[in-house]
């Protein structure tokens, strides 16, 4: 993967089923997520964790399977990914991995999903992000190109996403090995361009704290606002 650090950290996330313990499996080269390996439990939710020497690279890949599909509020989410996530890749993470089937209809539950993601993470995460189809065949068969389906992404996604010139991929990580070795192959050279964008700087959790904290601001901010508009009206 070039030059830089000696590992690349990256976390696989997603709705469930969208292949994303698939994708890391294929970038590992064994079935190590959703069958073996490391695995961190709670009771929200569950992690795996595995790493492969690529070149002069170690490649760590984080499998959170359940982020995306709990009903736990926000910090308690927050409280979940600082005590495992963080604590395990340490200093941080330099790509978050979000997975999209591309052969699945995009549904409104798939949207909830991203803005749950979005929230979580906080605006310092589309500087650490690449977005990734998977199922890639459907988009031949649809005649469509990835820039077709990120028009169905959430518009304010899409804004920031492209303010931030974020990446984006299409990969088929099924089928015959030699195959996936070159789908993996272009998807670890989109993650060293973002690692490189960032001169090997990592998201940290201090950043998704400051991002909720901000948050937290603006939304007292409308709700204050809210309340002059109605204390003027009477």
Same mark, same amino acid.
């Given at each position: ?15 469930? !089923?969208? !292949?994303?313990?698939? @994708?890391?499996?294929? #970038?590992?080269?064994?079935? /190590?997520?959703? /069958?073996?390996?490391? $695995? ?9 964790? !595995?790493?492969v020497e690529v070149g002069d690279k170690r490649i760590i890949v984080l499998d959170t399977p359940g ?5 736990? #509020? $926000?910090?308690?989410?927050? *409280? *979940? ?7 395990? @890749? ?5 790509? &978050?991995? @979000?997975?999209?089937?591309?052969? +699945? ?12 993601? /979005?929230? @979580? &993470?906080?605006? +310092? ?12 065949? +459907? ?13 169905? %992404?959430?518009? =304010? ?9 974020? %990446? ?6 099924? !089928?015959?090995?030699?195959? #996936? ?14 690692? =490189?964008?960032?001169? *090997?700087?990592?998201?940290?959790? *201090? ?14 901010? #409308?709700? $204050? ?10």
């Amino acid at each position: 993967m070039g030059n830089g650090a000696a590992a690349a950290s990256s976390s696989a996330t997603g709705k469930t !089923g969208t !292949g994303k313990s698939t @994708l890391g499996n294929a #970038i590992l080269g064994n079935k /190590t997520f959703g /069958t073996s390996g490391l $695995q961190m439990e709670s009771t929200t939710v569950s992690y795996e964790v !595995g790493a492969v020497e690529v070149g002069d690279k170690r490649i760590i890949v984080l499998d959170t399977p359940g982020v995306m599909g709990t009903n736990k #509020i $926000q910090e308690n989410l927050q *409280e *979940e990914l600082s005590k495992n996530i963080f604590k395990y @890749l340490m200093p941080g993470l330099h790509v &978050f991995v @979000l997975t999209i089937r591309a052969d +699945a209809r995009y549904t409104e539950e798939e949207a909830k999903a991203v803005k749950i993601f /979005t929230d @979580l &993470f906080g605006e +310092a995460l589309y500087s650490h992000l690449v977005v990734v189809y998977t199922h890639k065949s +459907a988009l031949d068969k649809n005649n469509k190109t990835v820039e077709d389906y990120l028009r169905k %992404l959430p518009d =304010d996604f899409a804004e920031k996403f492209r303010e931030y010139k974020g %990446l984006c991929i299409a990969i088929e990580a099924e !089928g015959e090995t030699k195959y #996936i070795k070159k789908e993996v192959t272009k998807l670890l050279n989109v993650v060293q361009e973002v690692v =490189d964008r960032n001169i *090997e700087k990592y998201y940290k959790e *201090e950043m998704m704290k400051e991002d909720e904290e901000a948050r937290k601001a603006r939304i007292s901010e #409308i709700e $204050q606002a809210s309340e002059r508009r109605i204390h003027d009206r009477n």
